[in-house]
């Protein structure tokens, strides 16, 4: 073979799969920001796989090539939000424990004041997620197990700090936080001008002797 001939069928080949490869990743990740931002702008109901499809340049059957249905797609919007949501409320050099994770607790509940259609769909399929078999079950429980385990880091250690008071399990005082987050998403979506969320969890944070500075 010549320099002119150019590079084997077999190299050509094995280049195929990975430039390939790196495409179908592009193209997924792609997706997923659109996803985002559609459920964002329409909520879980107004959403549809159609007006994804059309965003990204794919026919629907396309779009399935990447995600085999629309719950998987749904689960994994809310790993993007999760991880979006953790960079902002953790950029780095941040701290990720103590009263200031706790705090930020506080800045995550204003930020999805103004996602609606993503709060609507995190509510609705961490509802739908209680049935066994569900694709989002095992994501919702591992979501909550580490949540849980992070939030009540940050108690103990406010508790070190005698930010927080002592006498109070920290998983438990955890635990409650998430909750209360989940159940004001549930009442602010169905009464938005009657539930002021960022105010009730402030308070809520106030009893434990942390103070919000929301300005």
Do not use: C
Not at 10 to 39: D, H, M, N, Q
Not at 78 to 102: H, I, K, Q, V
Not at 130 to 144: Q, T, W
Request: overall charge negative; cysteine-free; charged content about 25%.
């Amino acid at each position: 073979m010549t320099k002119d001939d150019g590079p084997a069928p077999e190299a050509t080949a094995r280049r195929r799969p990975r430039g390939s490869y790196s495409k179908g990743r592009a193209k997924r990740a792609e997706i997923l920001s659109e996803a985002v931002r559609v459920f964002a702008e329409s909520g879980y109901r107004g959403g549809s796989l159609k007006e994804i499809a059309e965003r990204v340049g794919l026919s629907q059957a396309g779009l399935l090539h990447h995600f085999t249905s629309k719950e998987q797609l749904l689960a994994e919007v809310l790993a993007e939000r999760d991880a979006e949501d953790g960079a902002r409320m953790f950029p780095p050099g941040a701290p990720r424990t103590g009263s200031d994770a706790l705090l930020r607790m506080a800045g995550q509940v204003r930020h999805n004041t103004t996602v609606p259609g993503l709060v609507q769909l995190y509510a609705t399929l961490s509802g739908e997620a209680v049935a066994e078999g569900h694709p989002a079950r095992e994501p919702f429980v591992e979501r909550y197990r580490e949540l849980r385990s992070l939030m009540a880091t940050a108690v103990a250690e406010a508790q070190a700090s005698g930010e927080v008071p002592a006498d109070r399990d920290p998983v438990m005082i955890a635990t409650a936080l998430i909750a209360v987050m989940d159940g004001l998403q549930i009442q602010w979506l169905l009464e938005p001008d009657a539930i002021d969320m960022p105010a009730v969890f402030d308070t809520l944070l106030a009893t434990l002797g942390l103070h919000v500075n929301a300005g």
